[in-house]
């Protein structure tokens, strides 16, 4: 939150003395996007890939944690649609900065930040139809909660848990929100400590797999470890040595400003429990200092190695102030104390200028990690935090990076682009910028620019487009839209407007359905300034519900054709591990296709004879997708995929 707002509202507003409601007065002719043709994107070469098995965690066909799983890869292996619409809105009360997640099932969860009303930790959706299906009260012993993380049962194949964690308890919860177990943390501030709420906030909890427990850390930088089985503590709880971060640096937001963007905010979702006003809120919060760790951190499933992006200590940027300008990552684990127990150790450590805001996030096969700075680098280590390369963007980065198993490729994005890197091993080499148009036409857009984080799919890259206003060189946001990018070539697929903006993710179900937390910072902003050019901001999570489905079973069993195709050729005894990650990811496609195909026929986009003639190849397909047969099956799918020229 804390860069995304910083970096897009921040110079805009300053402009707010001598702001104009002047417009264009030009015609309102929108950009039309008809029915996208087949992406030319493939894989190539092996793919990396962990060897942890997914009796626990869940596979990345959706979003089971906030960067879709604990390496934050930000990247799934199924289809986004590649035609969408505006579904429904859910929840408008709640400002949602995280989320939401989604289990085995397709139901939706989320943690509400600040809302009016009702007060809850965690309410659950139906992911079709935006229906509440239950809600945790808040209460004294679970006053707010980290986001939710979620994680297969090993003792139910099938079957998922749903975890959370606040400053008294951390609860599991089953997926019909009845309670497996709920545990106290064993946190115990002073009154003073509890000033500070930074000590109280947890961020989502994270899977360790050597030890089978639940990590967390608090923006403070104390660090849990709770057994996944019984929610008890088992280890002391440690504490990263970072000092708050010192703010990002840019123009402070005139108090006129502040005066007519807190009153929409109250009015939306009431003040926080400090009794400010959220958008003040975020603002002290940028300009008066940051905390240790600000964004959520990643677990290598196969190593177990914790990878957490935080602070140094205070005295290592030469002022001994009770801030750091410093920013640091850390590798962790849980090891033997030498008298039975566990302990957290800080294994390796390396710095660099300027901070960072953004979660680490790791290659499938947790040989690289990748991070950003706040001055506009991308940086890749290696797992014993060795930097290899840096790539200088030009502007700071305003999410997390997307790491794709294939092809090396890497998302990045900043305040306007969406742009691919690829890893060189001894550099990175930058590709295309993504062209953003999607609001092209529009009366009221005279700019548009990235307004999220990037998802990796198997058709594309799915993203959030800003459009508005340009002041200073940046984009004013009155309106936001859903996008779906070539990964070949970073043209726009498709678009469609949506309702809100967002700091959360852009989160894709396994049916291809998009998701969108509403947390309307940037366009309040917007409305404030121009009050009759945009409707009023609104919370709550979105859903985009997908169209032509013949379509997406298109995308989903081309893609699984491509795969398999590729796959085919790789040399088995040196590259299994790949191969059956792609086997796999290709039964995932081939799942997500025949799912499509049926409500196609349904939706009159598809006849019954040529679903029939399809699913009888995916079958087959099915049956063939073994190592030494591979082959053959990538002859069905190729079949099955020309069947739709």
């Not at 809600?135 to 004294?140: C, E, G, L, M, S």
């Not at 790539?391 to 294939?406: Q, R, T």
């Not at 359905?513 to 940037?522: D, E, N, T």
Request: glycine residues 10%; proline residues 5%.
């Amino acid at each position: 939150m804390k860069k995304i707002l910083g970096l897009t509202v921040a110079s805009g507003i300053a402009l707010f003395a001598i702001f104009t409601y002047l417009d264009n007065n030009r015609p309102h002719n929108p950009k039309m996007f008809g029915p996208p043709v087949k992406t030319q994107w493939t894989p190539v070469g092996a793919r990396a890939a962990g060897q942890h098995s997914y009796d626990i965690i869940p596979q990345p066909d959706t979003f089971s944690a906030i960067h879709v799983n604990s390496v934050n890869s930000d990247s799934v292996w199924g289809v986004a649609a590649p035609m969408f619409e505006l579904d429904w809105v859910a929840e408008p009360a709640y400002f949602v900065g995280n989320g939401p997640l989604l289990d085995n099932q397709g139901n939706l969860y989320f943690s509400p930040q600040f809302y009016h009303g009702e007060r809850v930790v965690l309410v659950s959706l139906d992911g079709q139809t935006g229906e509440r299906r239950w809600a945790i009260p808040a209460d004294k012993e679970l006053h707010a909660s980290s986001p939710a993380f979620i994680l297969n049962d090993p003792d139910n194949p099938g079957s998922q848990i749903i975890y959370i964690v606040g400053y008294n308890r951390v609860i599991a919860l089953r997926p019909d929100g009845s309670t497996v177990w709920s545990n106290a943390t064993g946190l115990s501030l002073t009154a003073a400590e509890l000033s500070n709420k930074a000590n109280t906030k947890f961020h989502s909890l994270n899977y360790h797999p050597a030890t089978d427990s639940l990590i967390t850390v608090t923006k403070t930088g104390a660090l849990f470890a709770f057994s996944r089985r019984t929610g008890g503590l088992i280890a002391p709880i440690g504490q990263l040595p970072g000092a708050p971060a010192v703010s990002d640096k840019g123009t402070k937001i005139p108090q006129l400003v502040l005066n007519r963007v807190d009153p929409l905010m109250d009015k939306a979702f009431g003040k926080t429990d400090e009794g400010q006003s959220l958008f003040s809120s975020a603002v002290n919060y940028i300009y008066g200092g940051g905390g240790t760790v600000t964004n959520y951190f990643s677990i290598d499933p196969d190593s177990s190695r914790i990878y957490i992006a935080a602070t140094a200590p205070d005295a290592e940027d030469g002022t001994q102030d009770g801030r750091s300008e410093i920013g640091a990552i850390y590798a962790l684990d849980l090891i033997d104390d030498s008298n039975g127990g566990l302990q957290f150790e800080v294994l390796n450590r390396t710095t660099f200028r300027g901070g960072t805001g953004s979660t680490p996030a790791l290659s499938a096969d947790g040989q690289r990690l990748y991070v950003s700075d706040n001055e506009g680098h991308v940086i890749a280590l290696d797992s014993a935090l060795n930097e290899l390369w840096r790539v200088d963007l030009g502007e700071p980065l305003v999410g997390s990076i997307a790491v794709s198993p294939d092809n090396n490729e890497l998302y990045a994005v900043t305040r306007k682009d969406v742009i691919q890197l690829i890893d060189k091993g001894d550099h990175g080499s930058r590709e295309w910028t993504a062209q953003l148009t999607g609001f092209d036409g529009y009366a009221n857009v005279d700019a548009q620019a990235n307004a999220l984080t990037a998802t990796v799919t198997a058709n594309g890259v799915v993203i959030m487009i800003g459009g508005g206003k340009s002041l200073l060189g940046r984009t004013l946001m009155l309106h936001m839209g859903m996008g779906l990018l070539d990964r070949k070539t970073g043209e726009l697929r498709y678009f469609a407007e949506g309702r809100e903006d967002s700091l959360a993710m852009s989160v894709v179900a396994a049916d291809g359905s998009l998701y969108i937390a509403h947390s309307p910072l940037r366009r309040a902003a917007g409305k404030a300034i121009y009050p009759d050019l945009t409707p009023e901001i609104t919370g709550g999570i979105a859903r985009f519900k997908p169209i032509r489905l013949d379509l997406l079973a298109r995308d989903a069993i081309c893609a699984a054709e491509a795969r398999a195709v590729n796959a085919s050729t790789l040399d088995h005894a040196i590259e299994h591990t790949a191969i059956n990650a792609d086997v796999r990811q290709i039964k995932v496609l081939i799942k997500q296709g025949s799912g499509a195909m049926a409500k196609a026929v349904t939706d009159g986009d598809m006849t019954t004879e040529k679903r029939d003639l399809l699913d009888a190849r995916l079958k087959q397909s099915t049956a063939k997708l073994t190592p030494t047969t591979l082959g053959d099956a990538a002859a069905e799918l190729t079949a099955a995929c020309a069947g739709f020229d």
